[in-house]
């Protein structure tokens, strides 16, 4: 997750491109240093490795990836929902973020359609009505905000079993991660 600047000699006819220089474009001063902050982002990179396979240039998406991670490495405190703040914002970018304007209370969240309804889907991929709740709350979080949001280790994975699911869904032959294991132990109650 290391932000470079890279110099490439970009040429169509080769399927293997050349770098001319790569420089570093803002190093990280706490992150290489605390086993939280790092087992975070070793999880979004492996995240990310598998969800932007397919992305093309996408400045907004580059942008949002480096201030998040700019932003975690700044934070000194009250980080523990980063991984689930940067997995919901980041469906944004993807084209798959939820309309939350749909939400009324009781309704059932469609994990397929990422829509809020009042009528039960058919299959089985979506949350009910508790669990569609939270995550209506939840997409509301930012990173200046995320702290506010109580959780504890139990609640945070399974949202982020929620959320690796939802991606699932909407990116072909996206795998289990991981890196999951080691995230899923932090925090302790």
Same mark, same amino acid.
């Given at each position: 997750?290391?932000?470079?600047?890279?110099?490439?000699?970009?040429?169509?006819?080769?399927?293997?491109?050349?770098?001319?220089?790569?420089?570093?474009?803002?190093?990280?001063?706490?992150?290489?240093?605390?086993?939280?902050?790092?087992?975070?982002?070793?999880?979004?990179?492996?995240?990310?490795?598998?969800?932007?396979?397919?992305?093309?240039?996408?400045?907004?998406?580059?942008?949002?990836?480096?201030?998040?991670?700019?932003?975690?490495?700044?934070?000194?405190?009250? /980080?523990?929902?980063? &991984? *689930?703040?940067? @997995?919901? !914002?980041?469906? +944004?970018?993807?084209?798959?973020?939820?309309? #939350?304007?749909?939400?009324?209370?009781?309704?059932?969240?469609?994990?397929?359609?990422?829509?809020?309804?009042?009528?039960?889907?058919?299959?089985?991929?979506?949350?009910?009505?508790?669990?569609?709740?939270?995550?209506?709350?939840?997409?509301?979080?930012? /990173?200046?905000?995320? &702290? *506010?949001?109580? @959780?504890? !280790?139990?609640? +945070?994975?399974?949202?982020?079993?929620?959320? #690796?699911?939802?991606?699932?869904?909407?990116?072909?032959?996206?795998?289990?991660?991981?890196?999951?294991?080691?995230?899923?132990?932090?925090?302790?109650?």
């Amino acid at each position: 997750m290391t932000l470079l600047e890279v110099e490439i000699d970009l040429r169509q006819r080769l399927q293997l491109q050349k770098m001319k220089d790569a420089r570093l474009l803002s190093a990280y001063a706490t992150i290489p240093f605390s086993p939280e902050k790092l087992a975070l982002s070793l999880f979004v990179a492996e995240f990310l490795y598998h969800a932007l396979r397919s992305e093309q240039k996408n400045e907004h998406l580059f942008a949002y990836i480096c201030d998040s991670m700019q932003w975690l490495d700044i934070a000194e405190k009250n /980080f523990a929902n980063f &991984h *689930l703040t940067f @997995l919901m !914002r980041m469906s +944004r970018f993807l084209g798959f973020y939820p309309n #939350l304007d749909d939400y009324v209370d009781g309704c059932v969240f469609d994990l397929r359609a990422a829509t809020f309804s009042l009528l039960i889907p058919t299959h089985r991929d979506f949350l009910q009505p508790d669990d569609a709740r939270r995550i209506h709350t939840l997409m509301r979080m930012d /990173f200046p905000t995320m &702290h *506010l949001y109580r @959780l504890n !280790r139990t609640d +945070r994975n399974r949202i982020v079993d929620v959320l #690796l699911r939802y991606y699932s869904l909407h990116i072909p032959q996206f795998p289990e991660l991981k890196s999951l294991s080691v995230l899923q132990e932090l925090w302790a109650d």
